[in-house]
């Protein structure tokens, strides 16, 4: 069995390959070359800062300072409640110009999902989005939609968080596998409310394990290599990207668009 990731708080530790995806930040590294602040652009369901979510940007906030000492982190959260990910697109550009982020960290797919969102031109707005921030020399993490049991066997669903894999791996940029991790976590407890409350939306504590799961997609992309080609496929380290295909916990394997 593999082991644990032993830097999380024991409540949050799953093991890597369920974990997260690592690709190069190079923005978020010339800033820290700089030794100027991070700026953190936060979007998605659980920035939106409605109850327990208000509290996921300083989580994550500290959690980023915490695991880069003596650097100062800015997270801003710019997100609508029930957003889904063409209307964030959208949004993009003027929330761009307005933090001037290094790193934009999207929660996405979940609203998608449970809007019941064409899958094909949900993939299409997320690959067009990405491929806009990375254009703007901005570094950019996904974090794939939420896991809940009364889902586990929707194949709707299921196909929507491999499609954000998808896109993350035909990008080259991090992923945090939030569904694998919750899968996984969920099995160490009798109920998987520890983490999710009502209407899908994450509890404080749910919200303190994302926080320290893209927390740590981060800070080990960063310690991936330069050298190398400067786009591509290439450039991701993939963790367990080959599944069943009525299983996203492990990620996918389907042909690239492009």
């Known amino acids: ?5 032993q830097s999380l708080s024991p409540e949050c530790r799953v093991p890597g390959s369920k974990l997260y995806t690592l690709a190069r930040l190079k923005a978020v590294k010339a800033a820290l070359k700089e030794k100027r602040p991070i700026h953190v652009l936060s979007i998605g369901s659980s920035s939106a800062g409605l109850g327990a979510s208000a509290s996921y940007p300083v989580k994550l ?7 880069l000492p003596d650097v100062q982190v800015e997270v801003e959260a710019r997100s609508l409640p029930g957003e889904v990910a063409s209307g964030a697109g959208e949004r993009l550009r003027s929330m761009v110009a307005e933090v001037e982020p290094d790193l934009v960290v999207w929660q996405v797919g979940t609203n998608d999902a449970l809007a019941r969102v064409d899958i094909e031109a949900f993939g299409e707005a997320l690959d067009d989005s990405v491929q806009w921030v990375k254009s703007h020399g901005i570094d ?27 896109v993350a791996r035909r990008e080259a940029v991090p992923l945090v596998h939030r569904y694998a991790a919750m899968r996984f976590l969920s099995t ?10 009502r209407h899908f939306r994450l509890n404080d504590l ?7 799961h893209a927390t740590r997609a981060i800070t080990l992309s960063l310690l991936q290599p330069e050298a190398g080609k400067e786009t591509g496929k290439a450039d991701a380290v993939k963790t367990d990207l080959s599944a069943p295909a009525k299983d996203p916990s492990e990620g996918a394997s389907t042909a690239d668009r492009k």
Do not use: K, W
């Not at 906030?61 to 695991?67: D, F, I, R, S, T």
């Not at 160490?188 to 409350?197: K, V």
């Open 1 to 5: 069995m593999e082991a644990l990731d």
């Open 61 to 67: 906030e500290n959690a980023l300072e915490q695991a």
């Open 140 to 166: 950019i993490v996904l974090i794939d939609p939420v896991f809940t049991q009364s889902l586990a066997d929707d194949a709707y669903y299921t196909q929507m968080v491999r499609t954000v894999q998808d």
């Open 188 to 197: 160490q407890r009798t109920t998987e409310a520890h983490m999710l409350g």
């Open 206 to 212: 749910g919200l303190r394990c994302m926080a320290e």
